[in-house]
Nanobody, 115 residues
């Protein structure tokens, strides 16, 4: 059974940094595509960053230049490094893995950025 576990969320001051981690089991990250999504109250879930099996990446315009997605194949872990955080980055962040059949989701980790 596929399981994704996120960690690294918390409270940070505007301008600060956090690094989120997503550890997968039951699925191999290196041969699939992964993404980080976020959802704030009253908002729809949106894609923040994604990485392919070939390590090609893409980012939402709102985070480009501030966030970096990466993957450690040996640890089967995907990371999201977040720098220069803004209050509007406050949301629950979810890890997603997509194979050729379906999407898999983690339970989410809360990120709160204070002004």
């Amino acid at each position: 059974q596929v399981q994704l576990v996120e960690s690294g969320g918390g409270l940070v001051q505007a301008g600060g940094s956090l690094r989120l981690s997503c550890v997968g089991s039951g699925i191999i990250f290196s041969v699939n595509a992964e993404g980080w999504y976020r959802q704030a109250p009253g908002k729809k879930r949106e894609l923040v960053a994604a990485i392919t099996s070939g390590r090609s990446t893409n980012y939402a315009d709102s985070v480009k230049g501030r966030f970096t997605i990466s993957r450690d194949n040996a640890k089967n872990t995907v990371y999201l490094e977040m720098n220069s955080l803004k209050p509007e980055d406050t949301a629950v962040y979810y890890c997603n893995v997509r194979d050729f059949i379906r999407n898999y989701w983690g339970q989410g980790t809360q990120v709160t950025v204070s002004s």
